[in-house]
């Protein structure tokens, strides 16, 4: 005997016809989205940027290192603003290619490494572009060399005068001022290795020298001072003026040599920088390699051509 359907079986027919009409929907939705043209033009796109961002993350190190060796402030803000205008490039676009991925697991596992790649290159370079805009080495070196180097001079040449003023002084007159000049210029030229040395032990080692020759310098002044005869000389006050000079700004170099600026740039530069630079744009060609391995989609209009077309018989 036939039955008719009570109405619970209706009500399971009827949501059996809606879910079955929404997956049909879904459907068609999906592939009006992913039809072969748009499926080139998207590929094309995650191409794009891929490449935009490669040329973006090269032209961001181009700048980090003309900021790193550039030798005035104004030079090294303004590479620096450029290299991180295009490291924001890069995170912008990477956004976008985030937002455009398409399906592919290997694709997204690919900008998953890079995204993690480049987080480690954006702090190396802030760390980096912070230290390049100081230029603590350059000022120093500028310094040890221009304004220092003249109050040195002038210690000397004074020293030198006051010798030929009293060269029938007694011979320890003459030896102190004679190991003054000496451990003045061992001061000076100890500022150079000093500014460009990179270990703070060598440093160390440096500043100890300077010091021992200071208190040569200084305990000859002092032993020329005592004696009535020699104390009121003009070329000996002028000495010891010039010498006090030199070494306030000698205090004033060691203490931006110290900071150092300059070398750690360049050493990040040429080291970490590098290589994290070189990680991401391997992580970007491999992208690239991924997004332009996919399979082109067959177009209506040009259907991919599977045998060779029958060639005409006369």
Do not use: W
């Not at 030798?71 to 995170?91: G, L, M, N």
């Not at 002028?238 to 203490?255: D, H, K, N, P, V």
């Not at 992208?287 to 006369?314: C, D, F, M, Y």
């Amino acid at each position: 005997m036939k039955l008719k359907p009570g109405i619970g079986d209706l009500i399971r027919m009827g949501a059996g016809a809606g879910v079955m009409l929404v997956l049909v929907l879904l459907v068609l939705r999906y592939q009006g989205e992913r039809s072969p043209a748009q499926q080139i033009e998207r590929k094309a796109q995650k191409a794009n940027l891929v490449e935009r961002m490669r040329y973006s993350l090269a032209s961001a190190s181009e700048a980090e290192k003309s900021a790193v060796l550039a030798v005035t402030d104004h030079d090294s803000k303004a590479f620096a603003d450029q290299a991180r205008a295009a490291t924001a490039e890069v995170e912008r676009l990477r956004k976008v290619l985030v937002e455009t991925a398409g399906p592919s697991q290997k694709e997204k596992e690919l900008l998953a490494s890079f995204s993690e790649r480049f987080t480690d290159y954006q702090r190396i370079d802030r760390d980096l572009l912070a230290l390049a805009v100081k230029n603590t080495n350059i000022k120093a070196f500028a310094l040890a060399f221009g304004p220092a180097d003249q109050a040195a001079k002038e210690a000397d040449s004074s020293m030198s005068r006051f010798l030929t003023k009293h060269a029938s002084s007694p011979q320890r007159v003459l030896l102190l001022v004679a190991g003054a000049q000496a451990a003045l210029l061992r001061v000076e030229t100890r500022l150079a290795p000093h500014i460009a040395e990179q270990s703070d032990a060598k440093m160390d080692e440096l500043e100890a020298l300077m010091a021992k020759d200071d208190r040569e310098v200084r305990a000859a002044f002092d032993g020329l001072a005592a004696r009535p005869d020699l104390r009121a000389d003009p070329d000996l006050a002028i000495a010891s003026t010039s010498y006090a000079r030199f070494s306030e700004m000698r205090t004033q170099i060691l203490a931006l040599s110290r900071e150092n600026t300059n070398v750690r740039s360049l050493t990040i530069s040429l080291d970490q920088k590098r290589n994290a630079m070189l990680t991401c744009q391997d992580a970007l060609f491999a992208l690239q390699q991924e997004i332009a391995g996919e399979p082109a989609p067959v177009t209506p209009s040009n259907p991919r051509k599977l045998k060779a077309e029958p060639q005409p018989t006369h």
